[in-house]
């Protein structure tokens, strides 16, 4: 049987965010950012020698348009035991997102035609700010984050993209763009920032697909 | 000046707003000439003011149907040109709390601050920092025969918080500002005193903006130098070292080589300590995740007066719900956040302080820790 949290719970707002990266992910694009609004409910279950279950409603809100909001309902099963395995995340969202077609195409576009390889640092910046041309890069680490996040969440983590360090673009001769992101995540629980080596590739009608990632080590401190 | 939106339906309201257009010479925003109106899309017009009534005449004449869009350019410009002047760095006369500020100002800042009221406010030195830094604390006071109750406010605990101590400065400002006109904050300073620790960790603070934006811990060298900070908010001395903390230098919660290790919690626990019978609420600000949290970090075990707690907690998150609609988590740390020893919210606490509240400004992890300073102004506004 499925237990009633409240909303404010530590663990259903940890799996909340989970959920999120992991819509990032699956419904994200340079056009598209999607952050969550609210938690509006959450059970757990426990399920004997499989592991722990997540029935989740939530409210997520469009990045560029921070009245539009959509609800979805999503189940998140973290696996016992297992570190290595990514938690099951299954979600509906209730309507239509956004068409985000022109905002890609453009995007893309532009990319294609810059005569050098795209190369950026610390978005935001200290302050926060985001160039508005930095803005579908920084939506794009949304994606590739989201992906992370969902890959290496466990029952008692909650992960948020905090900083791109470092971005830059590869040169590639299909019709793909790719791009080499270093981004800062930050671990509530531990209060970690940890640094992680993300590629992805995309393009507007492919979508996007992350083709190598990896943990990198803290950078030791002065 | 006014800049008007508008529609054009049919070809003949195409013609004659390109005819309005060249013949009063109207300033096109868009589409930039007046050959590239076309029905159905946007058109955007700026009517000079002493125009502005007779192109309303004639739209309305021709049936023509419009928006304002801006109805008064000149607002806008001085509004983004005060932007542009204060990306100069500026000193408390005109000081910009709708931004962030080094260290170096915010030093000025309190100076100034006492200067400008000091029939309200003192400086007072709190303590030195491991890198001999001085923490000020200000006091904002009325002057009466009574003595009064105490409430206590410090920021910037945790270094990479900045919206925390961008709240302080915040805070202070809109007292003295509205203490005189606004009853509700007359009759505050009535019965009570304000004491705010803008920057507590000032030495990481310091370091958050020169070296490592992200950094989070004071800067006291451990292991011969090879590794930096203690995480000032597991350092105090409640249930010091049990639970949510590492040993181990290296990590961000680091609880440091014992309860009060670090001068900067000493500095903070002793004042607070000493004025402790006066004191009827601790209140300590970070970022981010939108909390307000009641104690205890290291147990579930509900604190004794909890019900009064809670009901406290829960009218503060009302009523900044009811400024931006910005939603904010009541509950205590180890329900609803995780499992923490050594916080200074539960030290309060259990030192006998009655209220004691950690707060978590915005945001919910978009921005996170890097909020944009436009951002400073909603979040000061509805945690005020």
Same mark, same amino acid.
């Given at each position: 049987a499925a237990m009633e949290l409240q909303p404010s719970h530590g663990l259903a707002n940890q799996a909340a965010a989970l959920v999120t990266g992991y819509l990032c992910y699956r419904r994200g694009s340079p056009g598209r950012g999607l952050a969550l609004r609210s938690l509006r409910r959450a059970r757990r279950q426990d399920i004997a020698d499989v592991g722990h279950k997540y029935y989740l409603e939530l409210v997520l809100e469009d990045v560029l348009d921070k009245d539009s909001t959509v609800n979805c309902t999503a189940e998140v099963l973290y696996h016992l035991g297992s570190k290595n395995t990514a938690p099951d995340v299954q979600f509906t969202l209730e309507g239509e997102l956004k068409n985000t077609d022109e905002a890609d195409n453009i995007f893309y576009n532009r990319i294609r035609s810059l005569e050098k390889e795209l190369v950026a640092e610390n978005i935001p910046d200290s302050h926060g700010n985001v160039p508005p041309e930095m803005e579908p890069i920084h939506r794009l680490a949304w994606v590739a984050s989201g992906y992370v996040i969902w890959q290496n969440s466990t029952e008692n983590t909650k992960f948020h993209l905090a900083q791109i360090k470092h971005v830059k673009q590869v040169k590639r001769s299909d019709e793909y763009l790719e791009f080499e992101y270093m981004i800062l995540l930050h671990e509530m629980v531990s209060q970690e920032i940890i640094p992680w080596q993300v590629t992805v590739l995309w393009h507007p009608q492919h979508g996007v697909q992350v083709t190598q990632d990896s943990r990198q080590p803290k950078h030791t401190p002065e | 000046d006014q800049v008007f939106h508008i529609v054009p339906e049919t070809l003949q309201q195409v013609q004659h707003l390109q005819h309005l257009c060249s013949t009063l010479l109207l300033d096109l925003w868009k589409p930039q000439l007046p050959e590239d109106i076309?029905?159905?899309?946007?058109?955007?017009?700026?009517?000079?003011?002493?125009?502005?009534?007779?192109?309303?005449?004639?739209?309305?004449?021709?049936? $023509?149907?419009?928006?304002?869009? $801006?109805?008064?350019?000149?607002?806008?410009?001085?509004? /983004?040109m005060s932007k542009e002047r204060s990306s100069h760095r500026q000193v408390p006369e005109g000081y910009v709390y709708t931004q962030y500020h080094p260290m170096e100002e915010i030093y000025q800042w309190m100076a100034q601050i006492q200067q400008s009221n000091s029939e309200l406010v003192t400086q007072h030195y709190l303590g030195k920092t491991i890198e001999n830094r001085t923490m000020y604390y200000l006091q904002i006071s009325q002057p009466t025969n009574k003595t009064k109750k105490i409430i206590w406010m410090d920021c910037g605990i945790h270094a990479r918080e900045w919206i925390s101590p961008a709240f302080c400065q915040w805070f202070v400002k809109e007292i003295l500002q509205n203490y005189k006109s606004d009853p509700k904050i007359s009759r505050f300073l009535q019965n009570l005193d304000l004491y705010v620790l803008p920057v507590l960790n000032v030495d990481g603070y310091i370091y958050s903006w020169e070296k490592e934006r992200l950094w989070r811990?004071?800067? /006291?060298?451990h292991m011969n130098g090879t590794?930096?900070?203690?995480?000032?908010?597991?350092?105090?001395?409640?249930?010091?070292?049990?639970?949510?903390?590492?040993?181990?230098?290296?990590?961000?919660t680091f609880c440091g080589s014992g309860p009060e290790s670090e001068p900067e919690t000493r500095a903070v626990a002793q004042f607070i300590e000493r004025k402790k019978s006066d004191i009827l609420c601790y209140l300590t600000i970070h970022s981010y995740g939108q909390y307000i949290l009641t104690p205890y970090g290291f147990t579930t075990e509900p604190p004794s007066n909890n019900e009064e707690l809670m009901l406290v907690a829960e009218k503060a998150a009302a009523a900044l719900r009811?400024?931006?609609?910005?939603?904010?988590?009541?509950?205590?740390?180890?329900? $609803?956040?995780?499992?923490? /020893?050594? /916080?200074?919210?539960?030290w309060a606490h259990m030192i006998g302080i009655p209220f004691s509240y950690t707060f978590e400004l915005r945001d919910n992890g978009t921005h996170g820790f890097v909020l944009p300073a436009d951002q400073i102004q909603p979040t000061c506004e509805e945690t005020m």
């Open positions: - | 076309r029905a159905g899309e946007d058109l955007h017009i700026r009517v000079p003011a002493p125009l502005v009534q007779e192109v309303k005449d004639n739209l309305d004449h021709h049936m $023509i149907s419009y928006k304002v869009l $801006i109805p008064d350019v000149q607002e806008l410009v001085d509004q /983004s811990k004071n800067r /006291s060298p590794c930096y900070g203690t995480d000032l908010n597991r350092n105090f001395n409640s249930s010091w070292g049990s639970t949510g903390v590492s040993y181990n230098c290296s990590s961000e009811g400024k931006y609609g910005t939603s904010y988590k009541v509950g205590s740390t180890s329900l $609803i956040l995780y499992s923490t /020893s050594g /916080s200074s919210q539960d």
